[in-house]
C-alpha cells in the first residue's frame, strides 16, 4: 500500500512539470505578453520596461523558466493583481471555503445518490427506478449555474428559506482559526455562527451537487443491477443468508468499486462546477475569485490557481486509488 | 458470464439509461449477416427514448436553421427598447409572446437566434474537437511506442485540469469572442477524442481480422484506414453526440463568466441567462425561459447519444 502511495506521488512530479512548461507557455501567449497582460490598462513604457527588468524577461526563455520553476518550489506564485496578496495565500485562506462546500455537495450526492440508485436496481420498473432516471437526466442536462440560479429564486429570493449569498451573515460577530467556518464555530463553541455557516452551505452545496448525484445514482443502479444476478449473489440467497447481509456485504460492497472510482473523477467536475456555483451565491471560495480574476484579467491568479488545482485533483485520485484496496481485498493482494 | 448467456435484465456494466431495448425484437428473426450500423439502426427505431431524442434534436436543428423565417425579429434588433425601463420589464403580450428583455429585445425572437448560435457552437466545437483528437490518436495508434507515449501524455496534462478551468485559460489566450468560446471548448474535447479513439483503435489492433489482413499482406496504412479506423468509429460518433450536449451547456458557462465577447444584449442562451440574473425577482421568465432551452437541448443530444450507445454495444445484442 505504502510503495502505491508513493510511486503514485512520483508519478505526480513529472505531471507537475509538465503543467508548469504548459502554464509558463500560457502566459506567454496571452494577447500582448506577460507585461501587458499584468499591467493592463496601467500600461506605459516605463512600468514595462521596470516589469520586464523585474521578471527578467530580458534572458533567455530557458533561464526564464528555470527562475519560475525555482520560484514555485519555495511556493512563491506571484502576485495577485487584483488583492495585493501573494496567490498562494489567496488560495490557502479560500481553498477551505471550496472544500467546505465540495464535502456539502458530495454528502448530498452520496446521500441521496446511492440510496436512490440501489432501490432503482432492485426495484427495476418502479416509480423509484423511473424517478432515478429522471434525477439522473436533470443533473447532466441542467447548467449547474442555471440550477442555482432556480434554487436562489425559489428558496432564498421567493420563500426566504435560506440566505442568497455568502459564507456567514454580516451580522455575525466570529472568529475563524481554520477559515473552516462550520468547523470554526464548532472548535469556539460559537454554535449559532456554525449553524449560519452551515445554512449558507445548503443551496449552492445542491446545485453543485446535483452533477454527481446523477452519476453516482446511474452508476450505483447500474453496478447493483449487474451484481445483483451474479452467481454468488444467487448462491447466498439459496443457502438462505440473512436479507440484510446478503444487502450489505453481497450486493452493495460489491457494487461500491466502480461507484467509488466514478465519485474520485468527479472531483474535476466539482471543481469547475465550484467557479459557476460559487459566483451565482458570491460565496468567497477559490472558484468565485477564479471568476473573477478571469473578468480582472488577474494572470498570476489564474496561473498559481490552475497549477494548484490539478495538484487537488491528482491528489484525490490518489486516494480514490488507495480506497479501492480497502474495499476490494483482492486489489490489496495484488498490490 | 459467458457469451451466450447474456442476462435479459436491463442496465449491463455501460449504465444505459434503463429504458432497454433487450430482448424487444421479434422472437427468433434472422438478421444474420447485417451490418453493425442496419442493426443499430432497426433498434433505434424501436426505442421510444430514442425517438424522443430525435425529435427533440431535430426540432432545434429546424429552429436554427429557419431562424431568419421563424423570427419576428432580427438578432440584434432591440424592437421594445422604448418601452423598457429599470424598474419596468414588460411582460408577455400579443406583440412579443415572450416579452421583452432588459435591453428591449425580443424575448422570442432571441431565443430562436440562440438556436442557432448554440448549434454552430456545438457542431463548430466538436469537429475541432473531433479532428483534434482523431489526429493525435491516429498518431499514437499508428506509430505506438514514443510517439504514443508522447501523446498519451499530453493528453493526461490536458486532462490534469479540471475542464471548464482549461477551457477559460484557452479562451483568455484566444481572446473574447465567440470563436475563442468554440476553439476553447473544442480544445477541451481533444484528449477526451483522441483517448477513446485510441483505446478502441489499441482493442480492434488485437482482433483477428486485422491478423488476417496483414497475414494477407495488406500494409499497415491500408489496414489502420480501412480497417481498424471504420471500426474504431462507433464510441467516436457517440462521444460526438454526447459532446454536442456539452458544448451547448459549457458555451453558456463560458458567457456566464464573461468569455463570450461582442454585445451583452447578444442573442445567446448562455447570455441571456446571465444577463437574467439582474432581474432574477422581478422577471425570473428571463431566466427560465433561455435555461429550458439549454436543458432541453443537452436532453435531446444526451438521449440520442445514449440510445446510440446501447444500439452499437454488441452486448445488448438481441439473441437469436
Known sequence: MLRLIVQRLLLLIPLLLGLSVLLFGWVRALPGGPVQAMLGERYTPEAAAEIEAQLGLDQPLIVQYGKYLLRLLQGDFGVSLQSGRPVIDEFLTRFPATIELTVVALVFAIGIGIPLGYVAARR?????????VVVSLIGVTVPVFFLAFILKYLFAVELGWFPTTGRQSATMIATHPTNFYVL???????????????????????????????????MTRAAVSEVQNADYVRTARAKGIKA???????????AMLPVVTTIGLQVGLLLSGAVLTETVFAFSGIGSFLADSVFNADYPVMQGFVLMIAVVYALVNLLVDVSYGLIDPRLRRQQ | ???????????????????????????????GGEGVWARAWRTLRKNPVAIIGFVIVAVFVLVAL?????APYGGTELPGRADVRPTMIPGPSAEFPLGLDRYGGDVLSKLIWGAQASLLVGVLST?????????????????????????????????????????VSIAAIVGQSSMAV?????????????????????AQKGQDYVLAASALGLTRRSVTMSHVLPNSVGPVIVQATLSLATAVIEAAALSFLGLG????????????????????????????????????????????GESLREALDPRNRTRR
Do not use: Y
Open chain 2, 261 to 304: 465577447g461582442g454585445e451583452p444584449s447578444t442573442a445567446e442562451w448562455g447570455r441571456m441567462l446571465t444577463a437574467a440574473q439582474q432581474e432574477l425577482a422581478v422577471a425570473p421568465r428571463l431566466a427560465i425561459l433561455p435555461g429550458i432551452c439549454i436543458a432541453v437541448t443537452a436532453l435531446g443530444f444526451t438521449l440520442v
Open chain 1, 244 to 254: 440484510s447481509r446478503l444487502r450489505g456485504d453481497h450486493i452493495l460492497k460489491n
Open chain 2, 66 to 70: 429557419l431562424a431568419p423565417v421563424l
Open chain 2, 1 to 31: 458470464m459467458s457469451a451466450n448467456e447474456l442476462p435479459v435484465t436491463d442496465g449491463a456494466a455501460a449504465a444505459p439509461l434503463h429504458t432497454s431495448i433487450h430482448g424487444d425484437g421479434p422472437a427468433g428473426a434472422d438478421h
Open chain 1, 184 to 218: 470554526d464555530g464548532l472548535l469556539t463553541a460559537e454554535w449559532d455562527a456554525a449553524w449560519d455557516a452551515l445554512v449558507h452551505l445548503i443551496l449552492p452545496g445542491i446545485a453543485l451537487g446535483s452533477i454527481p448525484l446523477a452519476i453516482v445514482a446511474r
Open chain 1, 124 to 132: 427495476a420498473g418502479s416509480i423509484v427506478d423511473h424517478s432515478a
Open chain 2, 127 to 167: 469537429l475541432f474537437g473531433l479532428t483534434g483528437g482523431l489526429l493525435l490518436g491516429l498518431l499514437a495508434g499508428w506509430f505506438g511506442k514514443w510517439v504514443d507515449f508522447a501523446v498519451m501524455r499530453l493528453v493526461d496534462l490536458m486532462l490534469s485540469v479540471p475542464s471548464l478551468l482549461l477551457a
Open chain 2, 182 to 202: 468554440i476553439i476553447a471548448i473544442g480544445v477541451v474535447q481533444v484528449p477526451i477524442f483522441a483517448r477513446l479513439l485510441r483505446g478502441s483503435m489499441l
